[in-house]
């Protein structure tokens, strides 16, 4: 009871305050519908978007006599690449060297480049690993039309390799038939789900503040326990028949409160202003919130028990959480992949991916795959916090 007691108290005082009603509540709001508004054309709702063909600049080995002709490798990829569908979005080009096709990226001449190794088909035919150079140009829609149609093709070299490996030499000649008759049934226009539904822009940002605001709410947490220190009111707590350990989960509990009640604030929100759907499945989209408020409270526990005044853990809280958004696309989605794999190292790219399924209609199953990910970030997050505070503890 004395828990609940500290977490009420807690609740009135957040409530009570005109900033922290502002800021974990009005704020979102604007912010989704300033950005749901300012970049509703990156996102097309009912039409398909439409892609401009992209200049693609291809450095194959001994390539210095003709730089105009034809593509000299084989392996299928003269066929895949003079494919209809393939010249309807690449406009394929052969050129010298690297530093020809890098300078014609940087100049804007050239929408992407590719790099072909000296040893490919033999690393091919060998059942090695063979890779290529792929080197994006200024517009990330074109680069990522690109690196899908690459990859695809990739893609049938890496079964061939797989059929080499497996069959041995005997499996070379059928593999090698295979390659030479690809056709471009490998690359299709298709929707993001089977239902033919994509997301809008108030949908992914709705999705994107959602988190954001809900890691913050654990800034308001690692605020709290500093206070206590900084103006010594633990001192009077710890006088009276209670436990540090109960003053302390009672001020987690409490912020943990205003978390949930901003999340209903901002999904009831955007549902009736914004028009944004949320999906059917709201049993799981409550708890995509709840394992996010976990992660956001042990965040706080975690930064705030470990830095030494209350200045280091709101710098170190907000600093995380703003690195951790951007590399999750929370503000714009990233088109290098570099830095999406760096995103799937954070919290907020599982409970985006669970959140924007979940508004895409798909399976359950599908997005409980996002929530066990998330789930795990939550339990490393916990064991993390519960050895800081045992470690260093909460008091004066």
């Known amino acids: 009871m004395k828990l609940w007691t500290i977490a009420w108290f807690e609740l009135r005082m957040l409530t009570r305050t ?3 009603l502002l800021n974990l509540f009005l704020l979102p709001m604007v912010l989704i519908f300033i950005l749901g508004n300012a970049l509703s054309s990156n ?11 992209a200049r693609v600049l291809i450095v194959e080995p001994n390539t210095g006599a003709a730089v105009h002709g034809e593509l000299e490798v084989g392996l299928g990829l003269r066929e895949f690449l003079n494919s209809p569908e393939i010249k309807q979005r ?14 014609a990226l940087t100049r804007g001449e050239a929408d992407f480049g590719v790099v072909i190794p000296s040893d490919f088909e033999e690393r091919v035919t ?27 093709y990739l893609d049938e070299v890496n079964r061939m390799q797989a059929a080499i490996i497996a069959l041995g030499p005997q499996g070379i000649g059928e593999a090698m038939g295979t390659m030479s008759g690809l056709e471009a049934t490998y690359v299709e226009t298709a929707s993001l789900n089977e239902g033919g539904e994509t997301y809008s822009a108030f949908q992914y940002y709705a999705a994107a503040m959602l988190i954001m605001f809900l890691l913050y709410s654990g800034l308001s947490a ?18 009276m028949p209670v436990s540090t350990l109960e003053i302390f989960m009672g001020k987690i509990a409490g912020n943990s409160l205003v978390a949930f009640l901003q999340a209903a604030v901002i999904i009831c929100g955007t549902s009736w202003f914004y028009g944004v759907d949320w999906g059917r499945h709201l049993w799981m989209l409550a708890l995509t919130c709840l394992l996010v408020v976990i992660a956001s409270m042990m965040l706080a526990v975690i930064l ?18 703003v690195v951790m958004t951007f590399l999750s696309g929370g503000f714009q989605p990233l088109p290098m992949e570099i830095i999406q794999r760096m995103g ?26 996002y929530l066990m990910m998330l789930g795990l970030f939550c339990g490393l997050l916990l064991a993390a916090g519960i050895v800081s505070y045992r470690k260093v503890g909460y008091h004066e």
């Open 18 to 20: 005109r900033a922290v």
């Open 43 to 53: 996102f097309k709702d009912e039409a398909e978007a439409s892609v401009e063909q």
């Open 90 to 103: 690449m406009r394929i080009e052969k050129t010298v060297s690297r530093e020809e096709a890098v300078e």
């Open 126 to 152: 060998a059942g090695k690993e063979a890779q290529w150079e792929l080197i994006p140009g200024k517009n990330s829609m074109k680069n990522y039309v690109a690196q899908m149609i690459f990859h695809a």
């Open 222 to 239: 690692s605020i709290s326990l500093s206070e206590e220190k900084r103006k010594k009111t633990l001192y009077r707590l710890n006088s």
């Open 304 to 321: 705030t028990l470990l830095t030494k005044s209350s200045a280091a853990a709101r710098s170190a809280v907000v600093t995380v959480i």
């Open 344 to 369: 799937e190292f954070t919290v907020n790219h599982w409970a985006m991916q669970a959140i924007l399924r979940l508004m895409l209609g798909a399976d359950p199953g599908e997005v409980m795959h």
